[in-house]
Structures are given as C-alpha cells and as structure tokens.
C-alpha cells in the first residue's frame, strides 16, 4: 500500500469511527436514516479497511467502544464472518487490559500499605478501554517511589527526556507488564510548573470500581485540567478517546462548571480548558444531534472551536501557531502575576524545549530524549 493510499484510509476510517462512536451516543441519538446509512457501511467494510478501522481504534484508546458497536450491528446483521473479526480483536483488548488492571491494582496497593498517597490519572479516564500506559501522581518523595518500584515490583527505571525532567515524572517497566508505568512525583504541567494544582489532587480524589478493583482517581474537574494541559499545552492533540471522555462525562452531569472555572482559573489555564471544552463540543455535534451542554461563560472563554481542528497522522490535531501559543502566553504571564517565579521559570524553557524536539524531529527522524 501507498503512503498515499494510508493516508486516505486512515481519513476515511476516523470519519467512519467517529460516527460509529458519537451517532451511537444515548443523548445524541440520530436519525434513523442516517444509522441506517452508516450500518450499511459497517456490514460491506473490507478485512483491510477493518484492521485499519481496528489500528486507529486502539492508537485513540477507542477500541472496545468501538468495537462493541460494530459488533452489535454485524449480530444485528447476523453476518457471523465480521462478528468474528470483531470478537476475536475485542477479546486481545480485553485480556490486555484485565493484566494491565491487576498490575496497576497491586502497585496502588502497595502505595497504601506504605502510607504513599497514589491517584491513577489518565489512565481510567477512558474506561473500559485504557491507554497505551499506566499513568499514576504522587506527593511522595521520589526517592521513596523509586524504592518502592525496584524493591516490590523489581520495576526498571526508562530514560528521561528533557520535557520529563522538568514535568517530574518517570517510566518505571515492571517485569511481565507490557505497559509503562509513568509516575508523575509532586508537579504536573508540561513543565512542571503546576504545583498548587498538583497539591490538591489526592485531596480532591474521589474512588471508583472497576472490575471488582478500588481505584482512586482525580475528581472531574481535576481530571479536565489534566486532559486540556495535556493536549492543549503539550501534545496539541486529541484522541477520539479525549472526544468520548469528556463528552460522557458531561452527559452524566459530572462537571461542576463553577469548580473547574475557579480551580482553572488559579491554575491559569482557563481559557485552555474552555478551549478544549468547546473543541470536544464542536466534534461532537459534528457526527451526532447536538454538542455538549456548556453554560456561556465556558464558551465565550474559548480562543478557538473545532473548526481549526485536523486530522493527520491518526489524531485530530490543534494548531500551534497561534493559537496554542496564545493560551501559553495567557498562562505564563497568570504565573507571573501570581509572583511564582520558580514555576514562570520552568514554564519559560517551553519553547525551547519545543523548538529542540522540532529541530530533533527535522534532523533524526524522532524527538526522542526531548520531548
């Protein structure tokens, strides 16, 4: 296959995911024509474009949402050849998943047991799928963490990049866990400069119950500032998995918005995180019925909305220039009125940072060891 035959099949399978995932949604029911049109595309899909389909699904964390649906519509199809293709990929996502759950069960175990505060972050966000890795944050000493890993789980330190350094965090590798083990230790931001915010998530948490597991997560406005920090600061990208999350989560009444504005507000990213809000809701409306319930005040607050969003390379991708660069300079200088000029420090070496890994990526092929 072509790289420009990919490409086109890659385009053609995020729009087909997206409205597998979004028409399907309970508040955003469409028209029954328009399901119909789509269910007659799942049933005649090829095994190429399916493995394609399946390929996108798992690089966005959508996979078994994903797949649930189109396997209830090739049942309803009694089309036994496809419901096969679905099962047998549902059931390698599945048992990934259900190892990865035990791991992560068993390392936050053995954080309480030591009196170490530990909230998975990111990570369960996306349930009942989960992310290519295990992302947990702690105010525990780092020392003490890199003990707890190597001596309880005779976890493997990986290389820090640059961007790692300053946002505090580590890769451990546990023997028998294909996933990463990343542990954000006391700061979060993309440089680290997050600190007050970082305080709070353990008291804020709250816990959950997956699969018969307790798990403590960031309450939903913490977990909304982590996501946008995330693909509106550092990575300047969605997956359909951030699309899903955040949609579901406002679906269920979850976001009190006058929380997240007061908490983002002293973290001086709002106007990243109603950014990102308005995006999400943009997409949404754009495959389904209606985007998401935003009060005024988010959407007036936004810089931006999801027409200025894109596809490539397997994500839905936000401009830089200048719009993310806009809301970076919005949040330094929030830290520079505040007077936190250890955390102003950190976040002023972002560009240059940025402009390494792009100067990396230009040279080598990968902005490994920077970013």
Known sequence: MNQQ????LSNESMILLSRLLLMSKESCKAHSSEMEVLQAEVRC???EKFDNLVGLASSNHVIVRGLEIFMEMMQEAKDDIRVEWAANALEAER????SA???LQEICAEFDNSSYDITVIKSLDHLPDLGSDLDLFSNARPEDIFKLMAVRFNARVGPQSWGDRLACKWNFFVPGLSEAVEIHMGRLGQTGEQVPLASRIAHRSRKILVDGRMFRVPCASDRLMISAMQRMYRHFYFRLCDILDTAELSDSGGIDFMDLHSSATKAGIWEGVATY???VSDYVQKYSSKGLDLPPFVRSAARFGGSRVYF?????RVPIVPQSAELYATQFAGLLRRH???NTARLSLLPWLATAALVGQKITGSDKGIW
Do not use: G, M, N, P
Not at 5 to 8: G, H, P, R, Y
Not at 312 to 316: M, Q, R
């Open 5 to 8: 035959t990919a490409v086109f």
């Open 45 to 47: 899909i090829s095994r």
């Open 95 to 98: 048992a990934r998943i259900r």
């Open 101 to 103: 759950l035990t791991f």
């Open 277 to 279: 809000l308005v995006i």
């Open 312 to 316: 490539a390379k397997e994500f839905l």
């Open 340 to 342: 936190e000029l250890q």
